[in-house]
Nanobody
């Protein structure tokens, strides 16, 4: 059974940084990519970043490009999201997810999801 557990969220001032982690257990051998999504109150879940599990490829939403960085440690089955220069509009619950299809901006291409970690950025 696949389990994804996010951590590292919290309250931070605008301009600050946070590093999110996603520990994965039970990943199937066909995992092709991991992704981060977020959902703010009253809004739909949106894509943040994705990284290939075996290739050197990653993609970002325009809203976070240049501020966020996704990385992985395959030996520990862990994915990270380094978030710098945080803005109040980054406030959301952040979710990590696993995909068998590869890097994708579409949430429907992800099979397993964590429960999320809250990130709050105050101005």
């Amino acid at each position: 059974q696949v389990q994804l557990v996010e951590s590292g969220g919290g309250l931070v001032l605008a301009g600050g940084s946070l590093r999110l982690s996603c520990a994965a257990a039970g990943l199937p051998g066909r995992t092709a990519a991991m992704g981060w999504f977020r959902q703010a109150p009253g809004k739909e879940r949106e894509f943040v970043a994705t990284i290939s599990w075996s290739e050197d490829r990653s993609y970002y939403a325009d809203s976070v490009k240049g501020r966020f960085a996704i990385s992985r440690d395959n030996t520990k089955n862990t994915v990270f999201l380094q978030m710098n220069s945080l803005k109040p509009e980054d406030t959301a619950v952040y979710y990590c997810a696993e995909s068998r299809w590869g890097t994708s901006r579409l949430s429907s291409n992800y099979d397993y999801w964590g429960r999320g970690t809250q990130v709050t950025v105050s101005s």
